[in-house]
């Protein structure tokens, strides 16, 4: 009976120790996991796909702080094992806390580190209304109206464009302006045959609040050279929208669309 | 990780083991790029990067909370803070609503720092305060609102005044409560009721570490796991719900309500609680809606969202019982919807 008793005590010291270290190292892996993939995206460049810049020295800072708790948790790991079964778990909670544990830092671990890093798509884009905000249009427009007083206006951005055609869509004011803009193809929704956006994605803070911004450009079967979300250099003019469709009083008739690489900061701010 | 047996021994080991995982951990994530054939498609990607977005931006925030609220636990002489608080109950949560102006973590931050401060000596309506006020009334929040809509149609002003009115007015329900401690989670009510875990007293005794009491770096650093613990899982789970309902829920459907009195207001609160950005920058956000919702429904996501949100009941899951959020829920919302409707019809 006493032997039967120690049994019963023993397992369920077992049981408590194995629940407590799978909690244990759970907050320890998904911080391990975020961190790491933090300095990573840092140190080569590409924070800039998931953050706005201005928050790169914080977060690398807490990163940094972050790796030193993580690695500092492995080296007092020891005294946490020896001090552990204070808990009474069921096996069945236990099963669950392991397995839950194990499966969200492994979903964590894929997702966060295997997972290429990948800016926003159309996807998304096509959910939130283009032009419909984002933009701090006072600098954007202040910075453009200096290009254009230059008449230089093949170096205004399409963020820059933009702020000028929500100012005023008067075709006169855009005629014999050539524009250069670098963007990814976006299919207007009114028009999706005849009319697609040279777009960006105006990022405020994080991705999360990404809004899509872009310069029409009018080109009937525009679909069957360019894909959806490719990246592309067009030039051109503006001209009266011949698209009865899109909402969009001007459109870019291009001169020229090339084909381009996605640059390395694929988001404007 | 083989236990304590010999003191010498389990020093290397620990942390061998820790910088191999951290090395592995980066090789993995430079190596795996080159491996083409991920081939996601969009919609999966999107939120995956969506999900990733919010918790890199997060992440930092959370262990500032965790660092803030080690420092109230374990560095601080014990009731350091409760010491320059008034006595008398009211004044004390007004004071403590006004804590978020020193502590501006935005508010995935502030449930680790209010778990700290009630484990430090803060009462359960205290925390619920201070939890409520922080995330608004603390400079970042208000230089950034301050810079999206200036003084304009009176958001910034509905937005301070409301949130400290809420914070104090479910402050003073819940401490008309009974029993206080029942509004906790079992498990955190437990660890608070635990003697002091800092290096305060030191005459209890840690058994295996015979008698010799944990020096303040390793009482902070098994703060850091056991906070990570309850916090990181809700963060990855928050973020990805978030981010889910962003690519999935189509958002012309919120988008019709906006110029509807009342229905913007509600509109703009369900937003607020599904895409949950952190206070810090949630106006840089709803700028983009200031041109189709009426101020009233802004002033309310501002309000509503800085309290409650999908991320932050996650993470408030971890102190507070389902029932004390489902009725703080209610209260916020309600008081900020009236906020909102007061602004519209009124403003």
Not at chain 2, 161 to 185: C, E, K, M, Q, Y
Request: proline share 6%.
């Amino acid at each position: 009976m006493s032997a039967r008793r120690t049994t019963v005590a023993d397992s369920r010291r077992g049981t408590g120790w194995s629940a407590g270290l799978a909690e244990h190292w759970r907050g320890i892996g998904l911080s391990l996991v975020v961190v790491v993939a933090t300095v990573w995206l840092g140190a080569t460049g590409q924070l800039g796909l998931y953050i706005h810049p201005r928050y790169f020295g914080f977060t690398l800072v807490m990163a940094a702080l972050g790796l030193v708790f993580v690695v500092a948790s492995f080296f007092f790991s020891s005294s946490f094992l020896a001090s552990a079964p204070a808990e009474r778990t069921s096996p069945r909670r236990l099963a669950l806390s392991v397995t839950g544990s194990g499966m969200l830092l492994l979903i964590a671990a894929v997702t966060v580190l295997a997972i290429p890093p990948a800016t926003l798509t159309s996807a998304t884009a096509t959910q939130r209304e283009v032009n419909s905000g984002g933009l701090d249009t006072t600098d954007a427009a202040e910075q453009a109206a200096t290009l254009v007083g230059n008449g230089d206006y093949e170096r205004l951005s399409v963020k820059e464009w933009v702020s000028l055609l929500a100012q005023s869509d008067d075709p006169a004011l855009f005629a014999d302006k050539s524009a250069k803009l670098t963007g990814f193809v976006l299919p207007d929704t009114d028009d999706p045959e005849n009319v697609f956006y040279v777009a960006r994605f105006v990022v405020t803070c994080c991705a999360v609040d990404a809004q899509p911004i872009g310069v029409p450009v009018y080109l009937p079967g525009w679909s069957n050279t360019y894909t959806t979300d490719a990246w592309v250099e067009v030039a051109g003019t503006f001209t009266p929208n011949p698209s009865g469709l899109a909402k969009a009083a001007l459109a870019v008739e291009p001169a020229t669309i090339e084909s381009v690489e996605q640059p390395s900061d694929p988001y404007v701010y | 990780m083989r236990g304590d047996r010999v003191g010498a021994r389990r020093i290397p080991t620990g942390l061998i083991l820790g910088v191999v995982l951290v090395a592995l951990a980066f090789t993995v994530r430079a190596v795996s790029p080159a491996f083409a054939g991920w081939g996601l498609p969009d919609r999966t990607q999107d939120t995956i990067t969506l999900a990733l977005s919010v918790i890199i931006e997060s992440a930092p925030f959370v262990f500032l909370g965790i660092l803030l609220s080690t420092v109230v636990q374990v560095w601080l002489p014990h009731g350091f803070l409760l010491r320059f608080l008034p006595r008398q109950p009211l004044l004390r949560r007004a004071a403590i609503s006004l804590l978020g102006m020193f502590f501006p973590v935005c508010e995935c931050g502030n449930v680790p720092l209010a778990r700290g401060f009630m484990v430090g000596g803060f009462t359960v309506p205290e925390s619920i305060t201070f939890l409520l006020a922080a995330p608004i009334l603390n400079p970042i929040t208000i230089i950034t609102t301050h810079q999206a809509f200036g003084f304009g149609d009176g958001i910034l002003i509905t937005r301070i005044v409301a949130g400290f009115i809420i914070a104090n007015v479910i402050g003073w329900l819940f401490s008309r409560h009974p029993n206080p401690d029942s509004l906790l989670t079992p498990s955190f009510a437990a660890s608070c009721a635990r003697p002091e875990p800092a290096g305060h007293d030191h005459d209890h005794d840690h058994g295996p570490q015979r008698g010799r009491t944990p020096s303040r770096i390793h009482t902070s650093v098994d703060l850091f796991a056991r906070e990570t613990a309850v916090i990181m899982p809700a963060l990855f789970i928050g973020s990805l719900v978030a981010a889910l309902t962003q690519v999935f829920v189509p958002r012309s459907v919120l988008l019709a309500l906006g110029s509807n009195p009342v229905w913007s207001v509600l509109a703009m609160m369900a937003l607020a609680f599904i895409v949950a950005v952190c206070s810090n920058v949630d106006a840089f956000f709803v700028l983009s809606f200031g041109s189709t919702f009426m101020p009233g429904g802004i002033a309310a996501f501002l309000t509503f969202g800085a309290m409650i949100d999908v991320k932050m009941l996650a993470l408030m899951r971890t102190t507070f019982s389902t029932r004390t959020l489902v009725q703080i829920t209610a209260l916020v919302a309600l008081m900020s919807a009236a906020a909102g409707l007061l602004l519209n019809y009124v403003g």
